[in-house]
């Protein structure tokens, strides 16, 4: 898998992450792919809900230790 963009948010707590992902993502043509590194358990639950909303696709979830990893698809 090709990242175009990497957002670190590790240490962020909620709405951080999701805000951090969304300047990134305006910067993005459609179907690059974002990686967001987070460490806020909640980041799961709320990257979820973000696709949802924007319509951005939720390409993969994965949980390396402590730090969650989100891949998102710019629409």
């Known amino acids: 898998?090709?990242?175009?963009q990497e957002v670190d948010t590790r240490g962020l707590n909620c709405p951080l992450p999701i805000l951090k992902a969304k300047k990134a993502l305006a910067t993005?043509?459609?179907g690059q792919l974002l990686k967001v590194v987070a460490t806020d358990t909640g980041s799961i639950r709320d990257f979820?809900?973000?696709a949802k909303q924007t319509g951005?696709?939720?390409?993969e979830q994965q949980t390396v230790g402590e730090e969650f990893i989100h891949i998102l698809r710019r629409r």
Not at 56 to 59: R, S, T
């Open 1 to 4: 898998m090709d990242i175009d």
């Open 56 to 59: 951005n696709e939720l390409v």
């Open 48 to 50: 979820q809900a973000f």
């Open 28 to 30: 993005m043509q459609s």
